[in-house]
C-alpha cells in the first residue's frame, strides 16, 4: 500500500472518529422559570364539555336583524366551587379566544331552535366573552341530537343548583317570600338589579371562596 493510501486512509479514521465521539452540550444563556398558566377555572368543576357552533344575534346589521356565526369550538359547562355559580365558557379552535362567557341563572328559558333539533336558542342578560356585559340572544348548535340533549339536560341541572345553592339567588328568593305575594307581577327578576350582581362576580376574574 503506498504511503499516500495510508495516509488518507489514517485521515479518514480520524474524521470519523471524530463525528462519532463528538457531542457538544449546549447550555441556555438565559434561565427561564416556569410560569404557570391561569384560564380562571382553577376553582370550577367540569359539569360538561363538548364541541359546538356558537352564533349571536345581531340587531345593528346595516341591513336587517340576522343571526352572526360567533365561533366553533369546546364548550364548557363550569360548576364554582365556592359560590356555587354556574357559567357556560367556550373558545374558538385555534386562537383560543372566548366567544361565550356567562352565567347560569334559574331565569333563563332555554327554546329549541326552529328547524334543527341539534340547536338551542336563549338570552343572557350579562355575556362577558368582549370583556364588557352585554345582553345576548345566543344560538348554540350541536354535532348530534344526543348532544344537544346532553346539554339541555345540564343545563336544566345548573338552573336547580344555583337556586338551591348560590346565595346570590337564595337571598334573593328569602326576600321576596319575606315581601310576600302582593308584589307587581310584571316586575322582571332577571332585569337591571341581577345583571349588576353578575357584573360584580365578574367571571374574568379569579374567583375565591370568600366572594
Not at 32 to 46: C, F, G, Y
Not at 50 to 66: C, G, I, N, Q
Not at 72 to 91: A, F, P, S, Y
Not at 132 to 138: A, D, F, T, V, Y
Request: net charge negative; with cysteine; hydrophobic share 30%.
Amino acid at each position: 500500500m503506498s504511503e499516500a493510501n495510508e495516509a488518507g486512509d489514517r485521515n479518514r479514521s480520524v474524521s470519523e472518529s471524530s463525528e462519532t465521539e463528538y457531542d457538544p452540550h449546549f447550555s441556555p444563556i438565559i434561565s427561564l422559570p416556569e410560569v404557570a398558566i391561569i384560564t380562571n377555572e382553577e376553582d370550577e368543576e367540569v359539569m360538561l364539555k363538548l364541541r359546538a357552533k356558537l352564533y349571536r344575534f345581531d340587531t345593528k346589521s346595516d341591513v336587517t336583524p340576522e343571526w352572526k356565526e360567533r365561533g366553533t369550538g369546546e364548550m364548557k359547562m363550569l360548576k364554582h366551587k365556592g359560590n356555587n355559580t354556574v357559567r357556560i365558557v367556550m373558545r374558538r379552535d385555534k386562537t383560543l379566544k372566548v366567544c361565550a362567557n356567562h352565567f347560569i341563572t334559574p331565569y333563563m328559558e332555554l327554546k329549541p331552535s326552529i328547524g334543527s333539533s341539534k340547536a338551542f336558542v336563549y338570552t343572557v342578560t350579562g355575556d362577558f366573552a368582549d370583556e364588557e356585559i352585554k345582553s345576548e340572544c345566543l344560538a348554540i348548535r350541536f354535532g348530534t341530537v344526543d348532544f344537544a340533549n346532553q346539554f339541555k339536560e345540564k343545563f336544566e341541572e345548573g338552573k336547580k343548583f344555583v337556586i338551591e345553592n348560590c346565595k346570590l339567588y337564595t337571598d334573593e328568593l328569602d326576600s321576596s317570600l319575606e315581601k310576600g305575594s302582593d308584589e307587581d307581577e310584571n316586575d322582571n327578576p332577571d332585569g337591571t338589579d341581577l345583571t349588576k350582581k353578575l357584573s360584580e362576580l365578574d367571571v374574568n376574574k379569579k374567583q375565591t371562596n370568600e366572594d
